[in-house]
DNA sequence: TAGATTGTTAATCGATTAACAATC
DNA sequence: TAGATTGTTAATCGATTAACAATC
């Protein structure tokens, strides 16, 4: 079976924008060379990522087609299939990714949110309720979702998550920023604002 | 001189947030097999880390200092001194960024933002004027900002990156979901939800 | 055909993991 | 002292890069 590293599956939807853009500007067929070009990478990694998710080769002195590959990408990465997730937290972050409108064409659908601020109970977010956290449990199986994003506060973080998987979450997209435990059965991904603040602070630090 | 690698770099804050959590339970000597099991690291890989930015050595039998450890992150980290950004695009994701309360003690301060939007422009959020677009030139001088936080569509991302860069923008901290291309004098981070969202997809595909 | 680009195989590089002597 | 944990040095692993023959 193939198997793709964490930076590699990181690399995919970089490569779909880019090819969603030429396919707007009216571009048929891309090389690597030329995206490597564009995106920074090496053309041999670019090769090798989409050698990995293609089934069909590309064309010597040609390249690929732009468009059959951005149907590959995203059937690979699942944009054409959809996936229902649950928000847990519905302040600023929480409201915001709700309103996000990148993740229904990514075959994201957010279907309801949950907190414990009774100011927020019973509102809505781009006409999604606004449950509360002691409900969770009792309406989990009525929503149909396999993933929770977790965008509360470090210290509640642990305890929704393990709520969450206790309920049947398959996946948890954590918006904490700390690290959380949870069972080898689950899937988790961190998106860290301070590990991202880190590298950034670093690298200003450096080259001064 | 010492170098550290990305995937390093973005561990540290995550050890000083678990750090903060024991310092707040009384605890005042940590282990790196300790750290390792509550963290979900190797033991040699928090050793090694440690070691890079601490100049004190740890006590062999007992561990490190917890309070020492906190002082020597934060500082290593930069969060005891303030640099200053801007954030471009006060949409829903910029907005809840300038209103993320962890940033402050992070030693970021979200200064001011920028929108093209008529219906922002002149508004507020958290006390920090939203500008005109048009105005970003004149007024980035005054600001004394190092960083720039993209937080536009892709379509805009790289032209608003350009005018940053020209206006004097050390580091640029992208949210947009493409890839933007800055010169070597500058810093790039770039937050792609699409990104993590594709390492969550495939995860669960492949329990599946 | 010549030349550009592909796919494959080998080499390099860097990060993580393992091993182990030193130390409190 | 014995035992746990450290720091250092070597081994392993995996990803990226380089080299090159195959192909349109």
Redesign the pocket.
Known sequence: MK??????LQ?YPIYLKYLKKLEAEGVKV??????AKELG???????????NV?D?????????DVHVLIETLESFLGYRTSTKAVMIGAGHLGAALMNYPNFEEMGLSIVAAFDTDPAKIGAEVRGKAIYSMSDFETLWPHLDAEIAIICVPAEESQKVVDLAIKAGAKGIWNFAPNHINVPKSVSLVTTNLASSLAVLSHSLNVKK
Chains 1, 2 share one sequence.
């Open positions: 198997t793709y590293s964490k930076n590699q690399r891309v090389s690597s060379p030329m995206m990478y090496s053309e041999e990694q670019i090769r090798k990522d989409l050698q293609s069909r080769p590309g064309r010597p002195h040609k390249g690929r």
